[in-house]
């Protein structure tokens, strides 16, 4: 109830649930080309399934790390300073987010991907075994995102859980958003970076306090919303897709 009750436990969770959302896009985008192997009649059955799949896979990876999370016992020294495996995970966690949202920006501003056929119909059962192979790598970011930005494991399930449900609600309408300010994707790895740098702070032994982060990134996203309405008439770039619908 305690939860319930704090502003900033309500911050996080919409901070959380926005960036999950956006974070699923290329989720989304996926699925939607896999399934689009299947039958028509199939597809929609593809889709739901394949995003309550990766939604399983998020909370499986999610209670793995937040357990090791509460490994709080040194397991070896460096320089004096004792390591345990939550510092692990956090260090780890940071530099993948920084590494990949350094990637992913690369990626979509320079990289141009070359169009690949989707190949004929496929079997749902081996599309679907495809989703889950792939939705545990397409899910680490989403999920280190969440220990990164949430102190309570209850809050990461309910963003997590509201954000699928709102992308199966909303997926076409979502993704025409981002396509239209290819901005917002940037922005949101611009975030990543930022909870990247944190949480390798706090796997150093250095605490940076969340409410700077939240203010940085709400200001960051209030400056990106004046530019959108004053920049309106104007054509944005076109990111580059690794997967194209």
């Known amino acids: 109830m305690d939860i319930l009750t704090s502003p900033e436990a309500w911050v996080s969770f919409l901070t959380l649930t926005a960036m999950e959302i956006v974070l699923g896009i290329d989720n989304v985008v996926f699925i939607s080309i896999l399934t689009g192997r299947l ?8 889709r739901r399934l394949g995003l309550s799949l990766a939604l399983v896979m998020r ?33 780890g966690g940071g ?5 990949k949202a350094t990637h992913e920006m690369y990626d ?33 970011d989403s999920v280190i995102t969440a220990v990164g930005m949430a102190q309570h494991v209850a809050i990461m399930v309910a963003a997590m859980i509201v954000a699928v449900g709102v992308m199966l609600a909303f997926a076409g309408w979502i993704g025409d958003f981002v396509n239209r300010h290819p901005s917002m994707k940037i922005l949101a790895l611009s975030f990543l970076l930022l909870i990247g740098v944190m949480l390798i702070a706090e796997g150093t032994g250095s605490h940076i306090e969340k409410g700077y982060v939240y203010f940085a990134m709400a200001f ?9 309405r004053f920049r309106a008439k104007q054509m944005p770039v076109a990111l580059h897709q690794r997967f194209e619908g």
Not at 59 to 74: E, N, Q, R, Y
């Open 95 to 99: 530099l993948f987010l920084v590494a």
């Open 108 to 140: 979509k501003l320079e990289v141009v991907h070359q169009e690949h056929a989707s190949g004929g119909r496929a079997r749902f059962g081996t599309v679907i075994a495809q989703i889950i192979a792939l939705a545990i790598v397409l899910s680490l």
């Open 220 to 228: 960051s996203l209030g400056v990106e919303l004046l530019n959108m």
């Open 59 to 91: 909370l499986g990876l999610l209670f793995a790390i937040s357990w090791v999370m509460g490994l709080t016992a040194p397991l070896f020294t460096v320089f004096e300073k004792p390591v345990s495996g939550r510092d692990l995970i956090l260090l």
């Open 39 to 46: 039958p028509r009649d199939e597809q929609p059955l593809g």
